[in-house]
């Protein structure tokens, strides 16, 4: 008989019932009013999260594959194209730069943050790449100055996905900020969720807003006159209401991320397992805590054995996914990619996670490997 897990990789439940008088407050006031699209709270939440990650603009859009896909688009990437990005993300970073009619290009990672190698960068680099899209995975930022310094010496844009990453810091900067434009997925299990699909494009190019604003809203400036093939791709209205609430929130939710992640690296020490740090002049928001352990998938399984929720996240990487298969890619064409996500466990991580329920994570991990 299967044991229930009590302590989830993931949950959202517990934020609810914090937060559920607010969020029902929220949608309260856009009910009413019936503007479910393109309204005055979508407006509220484009100019608060835009302050937040210190950038001049930010779009709501339907998902964050979309936010991809039109920040893609907005950069000129098309037919033909090369978008540089990494093999160990979530699909849909692939695949919004093949819904351009561009190839992905993938580089391999850094052993140790699992981020984009920028020291492997330049010779995958062609004279048909448009763009590098950096993952900050995890919620570890990318390395981005000698990055973006490639990137302007060879006239490429940079579009970030921060979709793991909302607050984390680089330097001192917000991600978000620090390429041409970023795309931020507001999936209800991230850092910051609404509850459904959601998602946004921050930026402080002026032209790049105004084309993924057009993008968004089918290629139209003017209701009726569409200049270009545009899409409905925006953030409704009850999306925006509930992701106001929830950005209040937001640094107090990655301090008590950061916190369980201490407790975490404090009480794995001397085990076989690699824990996550922060390199560099960073801010990691741990959308997720994930280690490196050997025998991983006997240790998921003794952890669900006594209650403990843990995944092993994008567990092929995309190269090597039959919709890439065209690419021609075999394992050990990405040597430090395939060795990590042979290896790499999630561990529970969410902000009302208990200091009792931590300890006792860390403890059956340890009583494993003893």
């Not at 009910?31 to 509220?44: E, I, R, S």
């Not at 330049?122 to 990318?142: D, F, S």
């Not at 008590?256 to 801010?283: I, S």
């Not at 929720?309 to 021609?328: N, T």
């Amino acid at each position: 008989m299967a044991v229930e897990i009590r302590i989830p990789a993931e949950d959202i439940t517990r934020e609810y019932q914090r937060i559920k008088d607010e969020v029902a407050e929220a949608i309260a006031e856009v009910l009413p009013t019936c503007k479910f699209v393109l309204g005055p709270k979508l407006a509220l939440f484009e100019e608060e999260y835009a302050a937040y990650c210190e950038t001049d603009y930010c779009v709501g859009i339907s998902n964050g594959t979309e936010a991809l896909h039109l920040a893609l688009l907005a950069c000129g990437v098309g037919e033909g194209d090369e978008v540089i990005t990494v093999p160990n993300t979530y699909i849909a970073t692939a695949f919004a730069i093949s819904y351009t009619g561009a190839t992905p290009v993938f580089v391999d990672v850094d052993p140790v943050t699992f981020n984009l190698d920028v020291a492997q960068l330049e010779r995958r680099i062609t004279a048909k790449t448009k763009v590098i899209l950096p993952v900050h995975l995890y919620g570890h930022p990318v390395d981005m100055d000698p990055l973006l310094e490639i990137a302007r010496q060879r006239g490429l844009r940079v579009v970030e996905d921060a979709a793991h990453a909302h607050g984390a810091l680089y330097k001192g900067r917000k991600v978000g900020s620090l390429g041409d434009i970023a795309c931020f997925s507001f999936y209800p299990r991230k850092v910051m969720g609404c509850y459904g699909d959601g998602g946004a494009v921050t930026t402080s190019d002026a032209e790049l807003l105004d084309r993924v604003r057009m993008l968004r809203y089918m290629g139209q400036h003017q209701k009726y006159l569409h200049e270009v093939i545009g899409f409905q791709q925006r953030l409704d209205e009850l999306q925006a209401a509930v992701l106001r609430v929830k950005l209040r929130y937001l640094d107090e939710s990655i301090a008590a991320r950061r916190r369980w992640a201490e407790m975490y690296t404090e009480m794995l020490q001397g085990l076989p397992v690699v824990t996550p740090v922060e390199v560099g002049d960073v801010k990691h928001v741990y959308y997720q805590y994930t280690i490196r352990a050997p025998r991983r998938d006997e240790l998921k399984a003794y952890l669900a054995g006594r209650g403990i929720g843990s995944q092993d996240m994008y567990p092929l990487e995309v190269p090597y996914q039959p919709a890439y298969a065209h690419l021609g890619h075999t394992m050990g064409d990405f040597p430090e990619a395939d060795a990590h996500v042979k290896e790499i466990l999630c561990l529970p991580m969410f902000p009302e996670l208990t200091e009792d329920e931590v300890q006792f994570v860390a403890e059956t991990i340890r009583e494993f490997y003893s």
